[in-house]
C-alpha cells in the first residue's frame, strides 16, 4: 500500500545547473500534480496530468519548467538553468481521478540552489 | 483575483479547543478542502466541504458559508501531535486547488 513517492528527498545545486525530481503516483491514480512550496506562503500550482490529456500547464512560472509523465505513470519535473528564486520544496500528488477527488501528496523535494 | 485568507499563527494549550478561520474569494467553487501538515512533511487530507455546514470527524470538524466566504477547522480536546500547520484550500471553477499560506498551530501543555 505504497503512497506518493519522490526523489530525491533532498538536492543542492549550483545556479544554472539542470534537475530533475521524479514523483511515482499512488498505483491506479490517473491525475497527478506538481506543486511549489515556499516559505510562508501557499502551495503554488505548477502542473497537471490527466490519463492520455494533454497537461494543464498554466502554473509553470518560465520555460525553464518542462514536465512529463511517462505510461501515465512516473513523473519528471525539470528545471533548467536553475536560479536562486527556485529554491523550495516541490511536492507531487495524485489522486484517483481528476476533478474533486482527495490529492495524497509525497514527502516533497527539497531544492537548494546555490 | 484569487484570495484565500487564514491567520499566519496560533497557540493553544492542550486539552482546549481551537478554530482555525478560512476566507476566500475564487473563481467558483467546487468545495474546500483542509490538511494537516507537520514540518518537513507531506500534507495529509483532513476534510471536504461541498454543502454549507458542519462536518464532524472524530476530534475535528470542518464548516462551510458559501454564501459568506467562510470556512473554520474546529479541533477540540488538542494533543501535542496536533501542533503542525493547517493548510486551507478551494477548488475553483477549473477545478484546480487554491491554496491559503497555512495557519501555524502551536500546542502549549
Known amino acids: 500500500g505504497a503512497g506518493v513517492s519522490q526523489s530525491p528527498s533532498n538536492k543542492v545545486t549550483e545556479k544554472g545547473k539542470d534537475v530533475e525530481l521524479r514523483c511515482d503516483p499512488i498505483?491506479?491514480?490517473?491525475?497527478l500534480y506538481w506543486y511549489r512550496q515556499s516559505l510562508g506562503q501557499g502551495l503554488e500550482f505548477l502542473i497537471y496530468f490527466q490519463g492520455n490529456s494533454a497537461p494543464d500547464k498554466s502554473g509553470l512560472p518560465s520555460d525553464r519548467f518542462s514536465a512529463e509523465r511517462t505510461g501515465g505513470s512516473v513523473s519528471t519535473l525539470t528545471i533548467q538553468r536553475t536560479q536562486q528564486e527556485d529554491s523550495a520544496v516541490y511536492l507531487c500528488?495524485?489522486?484517483?481521478?481528476?476533478?474533486?477527488?482527495?490529492?495524497?501528496f509525497g514527502p516533497g523535494t527539497r531544492l537548494t540552489v546555490l | 483575483g484569487q484570495n484565500i485568507d487564514q491567520p499566519t499563527e496560533m497557540t493553544a494549550t492542550e486539552g482546549a479547543i481551537v478554530q482555525i478561520n478560512c476566507t476566500y474569494q475564487t473563481s467558483g467553487f467546487n468545495g474546500l478542502f483542509w490538511y494537516q501538515q507537520h514540518a518537513g512533511e507531506a500534507p495529509t487530507f483532513l476534510s471536504y466541504?461541498?454543502l454549507d455546514g458542519l462536518e464532524e470527524k472524530g476530534r475535528f470538524s470542518s464548516f462551510l458559508s458559501r454564501s459568506k466566504g467562510y470556512s473554520y477547522l474546529l479541533l477540540k480536546e488538542l494533543q501535542m501531535k496536533d501542533s503542525a500547520s493547517y493548510l486551507c484550500a478551494v477548488m475553483d471553477s477549473n477545478y484546480q486547488l487554491i491554496w491559503g499560506a497555512g495557519t501555524k498551530l502551536i500546542i502549549k501543555p
Open positions: 498505483s491506479g491514480h490517473t491525475a
Open positions: 466541504n461541498v
Open positions: 500528488a495524485s489522486s484517483l481521478r481528476e476533478g474533486t477527488d482527495t490529492q495524497y
